[in-house]
């Protein structure tokens, strides 16, 4: 038991001085002395335990002192872009000045390989061969980060790099960085700064806004008729109107967020259905609908999973239904209802929508949590079960 203590010939533990002198103070005896004339034996008994650890744990050695790390939020951190996604050269933003995040300065040189915190290594490029990894042996402490946002079923040759990445930055909520397509701010909760921009009050539509010119929409551009939602497709078209854009159907001039948006908003109804369904994978088919003041029609994840995202009545999900001809007496419903409709639109008034812009955001993100990470070393060991999970 240590220096402080021996064991009596009775079995019970008594405090032992270096001096030989009982642990036990005049004051303490008389308070047993006491005890025994007014209490019950129990009593004393309690008593006598409670004053015997009290006189242990003044004879319990220091305890070592434990280093405590608090990141510093302005410590420098450099963060190295191994590869532009597809290949596709995008500058690199000004993190303090655009996400007021101050310390962060991004490189896309390869030469500074040695000196980076981190290496932001996107999976396609490394996947298909078009890159390879950062050499062996990496750097002390430096970090690698496993950085995607396409679906499972579109990540092809995820086993070899089990045990590569020590952080993963992806759409999931569980990433070690994670960071959504787009989400939702309870209003009053701005962004500050130039940032602001790319955060949306949403607004409930007004009456005359409700009856918008057209009913349904869809714009697709990865079209496959092995994908589930060009079959839901199929038999939704023959009970209602859907009006296709892009590779299937009708051009659209540009093919960006802000045209589709535009699109949108002659409306009332849009299909987001993502390529393939797996947890959180949530793009900005849903949030392009949203923001445009449509209700969103979506095919992917569980209704449970769209819902911590959303609230459950800012979204209709074709799993609600058990056939495609019920969602479609649905939807023309509440094209005859205005009042049932406001239901699926009044909780925009609570919020705001944010959606990060690709890529900078995500560097910015990362940089932060690296200083947040200094001094974790451990990897990611199985990559593979965890995203397709």
């Not at 590869?83 to 996400?99: E, I, N, S």
């Not at 990540?155 to 070690?176: A, C, H, K, Q």
Request: net charge positive.
């Amino acid at each position: 038991m240590g220096a402080g203590a021996r064991r009596s010939a009775a079995g019970r533990f008594t405090a032992h001085r270096a001096d030989g002198s009982s642990g036990v103070s005049p004051r303490v005896k008389c308070c047993v002395r006491a005890l025994k004339r007014s209490c019950s034996p129990v009593c004393v008994a309690v008593f006598i335990f409670m004053s015997f650890l009290g006189v242990c744990l003044l004879y319990l050695p220091d305890r070592p002192a434990v280093p405590s790390f608090e990141p510093d939020e302005d410590s420098p951190v450099t963060l190295l872009i191994w590869t532009h996604p597809f290949g596709r050269y995008r500058k690199l933003p000004d993190c303090a000045a655009l996400h007021q995040i101050r310390g962060c300065t991004l490189t896309d040189d390869l030469g500074a390989y040695q000196k980076a915190d981190a290496v932001i290594i996107h999976h396609r490029e490394v996947a298909t061969g078009a890159a390879e990894l950062p050499p062996e042996p990496r750097p002390s402490a430096q970090k690698w980060i496993w950085m995607n946002y396409e679906s499972p079923t579109h990540t092809p040759r995820l086993w070899r790099f089990e045990g590569v990445f020590n952080l993963t930055l992806t759409y999931r909520i569980d990433s070690d960085i994670a960071l959504p397509y787009g989400y939702l701010l309870p209003r009053g909760n701005t962004v500050k700064g130039p940032q602001n921009r790319f955060t949306h009050p949403l607004h409930i539509p007004s009456r005359s806004n409700l009856r918008r010119p057209r009913l349904l929409a869809w714009v697709v551009s990865n079209w496959s008729e092995s994908h589930y939602r060009v079959a839901v497709y199929h038999q939704l078209r023959r009970y209602i109107d859907v009006d296709v854009f892009g590779r299937a159907g009708q051009p659209l001039p540009e093919y960006t967020g802000d045209d589709v948006v535009r699109l949108v908003r002659r409306y009332q109804f849009y299909l987001s259905l993502e390529n393939s369904q797996h947890t959180d994978y949530i793009t900005e088919k849903l949030w392009n609908a949203v923001l445009a003041g449509a209700v969103p029609v979506v095919l992917g994840p569980s209704r449970k999973n769209y819902e911590r995202f959303l609230p459950p009545e800012a979204f209709i999900h074709v799993d609600d239904f058990p056939t495609v001809r019920g969602l479609a007496r649905y939807l023309l419903k509440l094209r005859h209802n205005p009042a049932k409709l406001r239901k699926h639109l009044d909780w925009r008034g609570r919020y705001s929508l944010h959606q990060p812009p690709f890529w900078s955001e995500h560097y910015c993100t990362a940089c932060r949590a690296v200083r947040r990470n200094r001094g974790r070393t451990d990897v990611v060991k199985y990559l593979t079960p965890w995203f397709y999970s």
